[in-house]
């Protein structure tokens, strides 16, 4: 991740501000903590299989995949000891690309492949090798039932993310990881759903949330949370005498005024670190906020596939265009024109930008898509609207930052 040049500042290690660093501590999850060693870590420290679905939600950046991934790998050790044929694998959904499950299963088989060659039954042959593509999803899901089932495996499997394939592809997983287990032995697969969305959860059809066997929430962090995380984060992260507790104060006020999430209270200590040479300015943090806003919107962009890319600069040219003519006095004309940020009036100028630049544009049906994914992703807002009787229901679509911010960062993720 690219911040604000190579001035380090009050810093003196970067990658605990802005990295996967592992804290020493776990702040104010102590109720989580337990639910997590009584369900899933001692389970498997005594031999026996965890919940085949423990399903872990709350707010982005409260502590979720930190605190699973740090217990489990604490215990691992330990699991290993008594169980020699565990396996843990974790995989963020928001990384498979496009919302599949079919992917999942894809990567899956290859995590499964250091157990082969075996004797399929579901094949009927011996498999010795598993590839990339080919297979259908049944088939792949198959072999991984087959794998740990003649190897017995006790396999972890955490899902973070999973909001991002879609409630009904997370219902459909549900059903799928309930039916992976044959036996009530100590091998088998257990699931843990990580979800951003805290009302994805009660969505849910009766039966896919009845099937779930145990449910963690995290609270959202408040001011003192993120103002505790700060001061074990500085204490590492920072030159000694460059903070006090007063300023790490401000900037998780700061932080809470908007988000609950400790990874932009971080980011924000190391951008004002790096604005100052010797001792932290309070009077810099709203600077370093709006830096660490317009830092993970670019990290984001950076993240989608060029048709995302030039999608949303689409966006951006439609919203520049709109509020010119409002600027010019014809906001009239916005109720019987083209003259909105509608899908359609957006892909038009999504064409143009690509034949601009000698992309192929994507259909509608797959631009609509994206649309989708971009609104998945926060990085547009979509809101349905009645345009009357006689044009009914569109939605419109707009950027989730200013304009001029958000066409800069565009252009930059692009390369223009």
Known sequence: MGFNGDLMGCVKNPKILLED???????????????????????????????????????SGSGKTFVITKLIKNNLKKIKWHLPTFDFYYFNCKNFGIPSLHILF???A???????????????????????????????????????????LSVLLVLDEVDKIGKEKVEDLIYIMRGMNESDSYYGISTILISNNIGLLHSLSKGAFDRISI???FSSYGVDDLFNILKVHAKYALEEGSYDDKTLFLIARKVAEVSTSAREAKITL????????????PDLIPKAFDETRKNLLLEEIIK?????KLTLLAVVEVQKKIQKLAHYGKPGLFKYTSNLPTKSTIYNTYKKIC?????????YRTFFDIIDDLDRYGLVKTEIRSLGRARGLTTLVRPVESIKTFELLIKKAIGL
């Open 215 to 217: 449910k963690i929430h």
């Open 304 to 308: 989608r596939p060029i048709h995302h």
């Open 106 to 108: 894809v990567n899956l």
């Open 110 to 152: 290859m995590k499964f492949t250091k157990h082969l060659p075996i004797k399929s039954e579901y094949f009927k042959r011996e498999i010795i090798d598993v590839p990339l593509r080919g297979w259908t999803t049944d088939e792949y899901k198959e072999f991984c039932k087959e794998i740990i089932n003649k190897r017995r």
């Open 355 to 363: 034949q601009s630049l000698g992309e192929q544009p994507k259909s």
């Open 270 to 281: 190391y951008n004002l670190a790096q604005m100052c040479e010797e001792k932290l300015n």
């Open 21 to 59: 660093w592992e804290c020493p501590e776990i702040v104010n999850r102590k109720e989580q903590v337990r639910q997590i060693e009584d369900s899933i870590i001692k389970p498997l420290i005594n031999e026996t299989r965890p919940p085949t679905l423990t399903y872990v939600y709350g707010a």
